[in-house]
């Protein structure tokens, strides 16, 4: 009981997800570059929803604070891909990505520096892809 209150706490304050720091998630927050903080932006509009705020996942997508998604694993350009194509569930049970064709290039580009920042951050570094 002691556990559900305390989850169900943020919301009977008033404070909605949106509004916790980054610190709330156990994550650490960089100093973003120009573009990494637009691609906050344009992750928090486009792909916060299912992939969860800074990126910590939701019941709708993984996590990209996960060392499966490091550099050497999955390049930048499999991001591109997934967000241009879809991509078909394979390491998780989310279902199958569709493509985002809403998210310009430079938002994509933007997006992706947001998500490797962050990664760095929080020690998820390139590691080579090894099956």
């Known amino acids: 009981?002691?556990?559900?209150?305390?989850?169900?706490?943020?919301a009977s304050w008033g404070q909605r997800i949106?509004?916790?720091?980054?610190?709330?998630?156990g994550i650490t927050m960089p100093t973003l570059s120009a573009q990494a903080a637009a691609g906050q932006k344009a992750f928090d509009a486009t792909c916060a929803s299912c992939h969860g705020r800074f990126a910590t996942g939701?019941?709708?997508g993984p996590p990209f604070l996960h060392d499966i998604y490091n550099?050497?694993?999955?390049?930048?350009e499999a991001f591109?891909?997934?967000v241009r194509q879809g991509v078909r569930q394979h390491h998780?049970?989310?279902?199958d990505m569709p493509a985002q064709p809403q998210v310009s290039d430079?938002?994509?580009?933007?997006?992706?520096?947001?998500?490797?920042?962050?990664q760095?951050?929080?020690g998820i570094r390139f590691k080579p892809h090894q099956m």
Do not use: C
């Not at 550099?71 to 930048?76: E, I, K, T, V």
């Open 58 to 60: 939701t019941d709708k």
């Open 1 to 10: 009981m002691i556990f559900l209150t305390a989850l169900s706490a943020p």
């Open 80 to 82: 591109l891909r997934a």
């Open 18 to 25: 949106s509004d916790l720091p980054p610190s709330s998630f």
């Open 71 to 76: 550099p050497g694993h999955h390049a930048d």
């Open 92 to 95: 998780w049970r989310f279902g």
């Open 106 to 118: 430079a938002q994509l580009t933007q997006i992706v520096r947001y998500v490797r920042e962050l």
């Open 120 to 122: 760095q951050a929080n």
